[in-house]
């Protein structure tokens, strides 16, 4: 399926996307429990991926309206199609890097006598 301009606009609102992928779905006689019982999943994952980033679920989805990933949910992909997501923990947190020293323990150390 090729977007147009009109539809690419459509789509960049995540509200009207969710209606519209949904609409393209009921045209093909589909529903987002549907592709969730082929992908062999819980129907609660696709709906997930309509309103958080959930890689695997965006693909399932766009294949079965025939688009890319990258096209139906654009602010989630670079333009190479990737997500732009990290990957893992952070680094620090809150401007705080590491928090635990190695002399402060959880237990008072014994002084041998």
């Given at each position: 399926?090729?977007?147009?301009?009109?539809?690419?606009?459509l789509?960049?609102d995540?509200?009207?996307?969710?209606?519209?992928?949904?609409?393209?779905?009921?045209?093909?006689?589909?529903?987002?429990?549907s592709?969730?019982?082929?992908?062999?999943?819980?129907k609660?994952?696709?709906?997930?991926?309509?309103?958080?980033p959930?890689?695997?679920?965006?693909k399932?989805?766009?294949?079965?309206?025939?688009?890319?990933?990258?096209?139906?949910?654009?602010?989630?992909y670079?333009?190479?199609?990737?997500p732009?997501?990290?990957?893992?923990?952070?680094?620090?947190?809150?401007?705080?890097?590491?928090?635990?020293?190695?002399?402060?323990?959880?237990?008072?150390?014994?002084?041998?006598?």
């Amino acid at each position: 399926m090729h977007l147009d301009p009109k539809t690419r606009k459509l789509i960049a609102d995540p509200k009207k996307r969710v209606a519209w992928v949904l609409y393209q779905l009921k045209l093909q006689g589909k529903n987002l429990a549907s592709l969730a019982r082929e992908a062999g999943v819980k129907k609660q994952q696709t709906a997930k991926a309509m309103y958080a980033p959930y890689p695997r679920m965006e693909k399932v989805v766009a294949d079965a309206l025939g688009v890319a990933p990258k096209d139906l949910f654009p602010e989630r992909y670079n333009a190479d199609g990737l997500p732009n997501r990290q990957r893992g923990r952070p680094a620090y947190k809150y401007g705080v890097q590491n928090t635990t020293r190695a002399n402060k323990r959880n237990v008072n150390a014994r002084v041998a006598a």
